[in-house]
């Protein structure tokens, strides 16, 4: 890890300099520092989920490959900033079609997010990859690959970056609250691991917000510091809702609004990890899920997440009532 420098955010402080730094990926880093040993790559795609190294990759690449000088050599830009043909027609290419500078023989364009490129300018990319290939190198990078245009990913080397795993997000965890003097119970870094869901960014972020409150890291502080659901909060609503408390369960969700903030997405979350652990028929389970995922569809779309999240809770009842009465398959049914 590199050196820490005061007075920035954790995820730049502790962001790696070069690819030999960088946490998972084992499959993908010793190919990118084979091209830097060879001082030569193609144009690379790199796709997978927010927060798995996407960007980092890119950066560190250029650094060991430039050295000192990386900046003169390579230009990040955001296509969800700029997405238009405009853009590729302008900055892309004049960028593109200068001369390089130093020892290596062509330049870096790393284009952050190239799935937002509207399908003009992913087709005039294309020309511009043709074109300035023996002066230019393209890295993009994006959330989902089946958004890029075929012509660009025939054109690139596709890096697919996975979800890190819980234990490489931990170690390095770790390593920052180790050097930041925090101390973080082994709790709060399992609650920190689930609302990150592999994503290092958010995880990271996740704890120096922890920190901000204290010297001591807690379940309960990280679960403030992402305005989420309690889960223990979450399963007392869950269960009243079970055991025919409507009232009392309606109560709890209210508390989850207006005293914890938390949002209708994040209680839906919550609802679905609790759902797993619960001890009932798995069909019963497959029926409260079938509800859920009906709630959050709606709640995406615009509809009240109070009124949604009431409903999920009465059809629990029901669903409860149903199978304790030994109604039909067809009564117990949600919202059919």
């Excluded at 284009?111 to 300018?121: I, K, V």
Aim: glycine letters at 6%; charged letters at 25%.
């Amino acid at each position: 890890m590199a050196e820490p420098r005061q007075g920035e955010i954790w995820i730049e402080k502790y962001r790696p300099r070069s690819l030999s730094e960088m946490v998972g990926q084992t499959k993908i880093v010793p190919l990118l520092q084979a091209y830097v040993k060879k001082r030569t790559l193609p144009h690379l795609l790199f796709a997978g989920p927010p927060g798995t190294g996407k960007t980092t990759a890119a950066l560190c690449l250029a650094r060991d490959l430039y050295g000192e000088d990386w900046r003169s050599s390579f230009l990040e830009l955001n296509a969800s900033d700029e997405r238009g043909i405009d853009t590729v027609r302008g900055t892309i290419k004049n960028y593109a079609r200068s001369a390089p500078l130093g020892e290596v023989n062509f330049k870096i364009l790393f284009l952050d997010e190239g799935d937002n490129l509207t399908s003009e300018a992913q087709a005039s990319l294309r020309r511009t990859m043709e074109r300035y290939s023996s002066i230019c190198r393209f890295i993009l990078s994006c959330n989902y690959s089946s958004r890029v245009i075929e012509p660009i990913q025939s054109r690139c080397g596709v890096f697919r970056f996975k979800v890190l795993q819980p234990e490489e997000i931990r170690a390095y965890l770790e390593r920052i609250a180790k050097a930041e003097g925090k101390t973080v119970v082994p709790e709060a870094y399992d609650a920190i691991l689930k609302l990150s869901e592999g994503d290092m960014r958010r995880a990271v972020n996740l704890l120096q917000l922890s920190a901000t409150f204290s010297d001591k890291v807690d379940p309960d502080t990280v679960y403030e510091s992402a305005a989420t659901p309690l889960p223990r909060e979450v399963e007392g609503m869950v269960n009243a809702a079970i055991g025919g408390d409507f009232q009392g369960a309606r109560d709890k969700l209210f508390t989850l609004f207006t005293e914890r903030g938390a949002s209708g997405e994040d209680v839906v979350k919550a609802i679905h990890s609790y759902l797993a652990t619960l001890p009932i028929p798995d069909i019963e389970r497959v029926r409260m899920v079938d509800a859920l995922a009906e709630v959050e569809y709606r709640i995406v779309e615009g509809a009240s997440e109070r009124i949604q999240l009431e409903a999920f809770l009465t059809r629990l009842i029901l669903l409860r009532s149903a199978v304790t009465t030994g109604a039909g398959t067809k009564s117990a049914a949600p919202g059919r």
